[in-house]
């Protein structure tokens, strides 16, 4: 049943009910695709494909270049002697720092976590009522969210400083986690996988004497597993990356971001090291997509703005 | 709900209703409250600030409109970040939705293992949080830069070009790199949606005298993706009025004669660095404004398009 639910997909206000599946490859009409056409699809994929991945490559190039590489004329994209001395002069400069480099890791893999796991939680909670139950206010929170969705989180900054100064939040994790855990692209997300699911398990739920909050549990998340998994994702690529510095003073509460942007303004010779930064802080991020990728794509499929 | 229900016990009705949904409420509640103090709030309270001069040190003062009056008519630098915003909006947003939407439609054209790969190679660029530095390497002002020594080897320039301190270029500049990174949770969607289009769909159309896939394209996939074209465009429209860090870290802070300077970059200044708070909020509450009408003006387009 749930394999069903993942590749289910209303698109329209009335969708017709559809069902394919997404293993066996898309079958189509061979007779209105012309040869040409797939050159023209391949050459235009190949262009932009260089476009994304070429400075993808010199960075990982960049920082697998021995120092005087880095001054050869012209200059090459892959180093001809590969290093690891990059990522062994980053390691030496982090036994340097003020406070131990540890301590940047843990504030920044706590933050993420924390803030990632109780975002998924409230907005999970949230999620089921404004999808399945009907309410008086549910449409106007709907439209409130999707509006949300429509301005940049930092027009904000300034309100929200005076609010987290407000609640003694200032110098603490609390600055980075609370506001991030009301981020409403989640909360979107989840809305809109939820309403996927099929009403009369809802139904034979509350038949069967399940209150709401039964009904989320039992029914509901092990249900809507690919969206949560998709916005645990989402979520983590973007704290991974948060630098808390500008709520937070105490340098023993800053984050890896941070901490590393400090080693890599060290000039020409840093070049290397900055671009090891850059490789290092991809991996996790791009490990954790590469092996959720199929979930994260059934779940955007549900992902509509439907008016 | 309306009809029927007589003027006297509709309070009642409602009551009566709030409390047989008392359980939904109670599930929304701590996601909306965190909601709305960090995102619906902090709007009212930039709106408020905008009317007042506020130096952090000392209580706001009421101040009307004079916020507004100075941005338009004494603001040379708004001037120009206006100018710049616009042609980066109207640039990168144009190009940069054609290009995920274009890209994700060619991906489903290629067989599953393919359609992975590719799918990470584009969205790639997205997650690498610090990764984008490659590219003052690429367009460094020295002859070591890619670009510098390529079109030195072609004698198409006879020296080094200094592409991030020359008024010229640094937009431009800032908006190939924009590029390069709009394949987010936008493109995502997009891949999403064409992958979830029901097959039976085309072999139909196919039947019916579909041609070739432009034509298949415009008569069958688009009308089907509405949804998701229009989430799709909300989510990239966000992104790219959020990214502030490339214009930062690129072309610096204040960049040269600001010729990369955008509202965003102008109300961190006021905000981060002369602590003019109020005149920060002026910004803020026009960067709101700007954000969400071309928002629902793409929307409106987009419905348009899909019905």
Redesign the interface.
């Known amino acids: 049943m749930a394999k069903q639910m993942a ?1 289910s ?1 209303p ?2 206000e009335n969708p ?1 009910k ?1 069902k ?1 599946r ?1 293993s066996s ?5 061979k ?4 040869r040409y ?2 050159v023209i ?1 391949f050459v ?2 190949a262009l ?2 260089a ?3 070429l ?2 490559i ?2 990982v190039g ?1 920082s697998l270049k021995p120092l005087n590489e ?6 090459t ?1 892959l180093p001809s002697h590969p290093t690891l001395d990059n990522f062994t002069m980053l390691f030496s400069l982090m036994k340097t720092t003020w406070v131990p480099f540890e301590r940047y890791a843990f504030n920044t893999l706590f933050i993420t976590l924390t803030t990632t796991f109780g975002h998924i939680i ?2 999970s ?2 999620a ?3 999808a399945k ?4 206010g549910r449409k106007t ?1 709907n439209t ?17 400083y ?2 987290i100064s407000w609640l003694g939040w200032l110098d603490t994790y609390l600055a980075a986690i ?2 991030s ?2 981020a ?2 989640g ?1 979107f997300i989840m809305i809109n996988y939820m309403r996927t699911i099929p009403d009369s398990l809802i139904e034979a739920a509350r038949i069967d004497g399940c ?3 039964t009904t ?1 549990w039992r029914i509901i998340m092990p249900m809507s597993k690919p969206a949560y998994l998709t916005v645990l994702i ?1 979520m983590f ?1 973007q704290l ?2 948060q630098n808390n510095a500008a709520y937070v003073y105490q340098e023993n509460l800053k984050t890896l ?1 941070y901490a ?2 400090q080693i890599t303004t060290g000039g020409l010779i840093r ?1 290397g090291a ?2 090891a ?3 290092l ?2 991996l996790v ?2 490990t954790v ?2 092996i959720n ?2 979930k ?6 549900t ?5 | 709900m309306k009809t029927g229900s007589k003027p006297k016990t509709r309070l009642s009705d409602i009551g009566r209703e709030i409390w047989k949904k008392r359980a939904a409420y109670a599930m929304i509640t701590p996601y909306m409250i965190i909601f709305l103090a960090f995102t619906a709030l902090p709007v009212v309270v930039s709106m408020v600030l905008s009317l007042t001069q506020y130096d952090v040190l000392q209580a706001p003062v009421f101040v009307g409109l004079r916020n507004y009056t100075n941005l338009f008519v004494n603001d040379e630098v708004f001037a120009i970040a206006i100018r710049n915003t616009i042609i980066f909006a109207l640039i990168t947003g144009v190009v940069g939705y054609s290009l995920s939407f274009f890209v994700a439609w060619a991906i489903n054209e290629l067989g599953k293992g393919m359609r992975a790969v590719l799918t990470f190679v584009f969205y790639a660029p997205t997650i690498s949080g610090t990764v984008y530095t490659i590219w003052s390497i690429i367009f460094s002002g020295d002859m070591y830069g890619y670009a510098n020594s390529l079109l030195l080897r072609l004698n198409l320039i006879s020296s080094p070009i200094d592409w991030f301190t020359t008024d010229a270029y640094i937009l431009p500049m800032i908006i190939i790199v924009q590029l390069w990174m709009s394949m987010g949770a936008g493109f995502l969607t997009l891949r999403a949606g064409m992958s979830s289009v029901d097959t039976q769909l085309y072999e139909a159309g196919a039947i019916d005298g579909v041609k070739n896939r432009m034509q298949e394209l415009w008569y069958i996939t688009i009308p089907q993706m509405a949804p998701h074209m229009m989430t799709a465009a909300v989510l990239q429209i966000t992104a790219m009025f959020g990214n502030t860090q490339v214009s930062i870290h690129l072309a610096g802070f204040p960049s040269t004669n600001y010729a990369g300077h955008l509202m965003m970059t102008h109300m961190m200044d006021y905000s981060n660095f002369r602590l003019e708070r109020g005149y920060a909020c002026a910004i803020a509450v026009l960067m709101f404004l700007f954000m969400v009408g071309i928002n629902q003006l793409v929307l409106k387009f987009l419905r348009k398009v899909g019905g």
Do not use: C, H
């Open positions: 590749v997909t698109l329209t017709p559809v394919f997404r490859r898309i079958r189509r009409a007779g209105n695709r012309k056409g797939d699809v235009f994929l932009i494909g476009f994304s991945a400075p993808l010199m960075s960049m880095l001054f050869y004329y012209p200059p994209i409230l907005a909670l949230a089921y009522p404004l139950v009907k309410f008086i929170i409130m969210i999707t509006f949300s969705l429509m301005f940049v989180a930092s027009v904000n900054d300034i309100a929200n005076l609010t609370i506001p855990m009301g409403s692209l909360l209150s709401e909050l989320y989402l690529q991974w990356n971001p590393l942007s070049q900055a671009q930064v850059g490789v802080m991809l991020p791009a997509f590469i990728q199929t994260i794509i059934d779940t955007m499929a992902s509509g703005i439907k008016e």
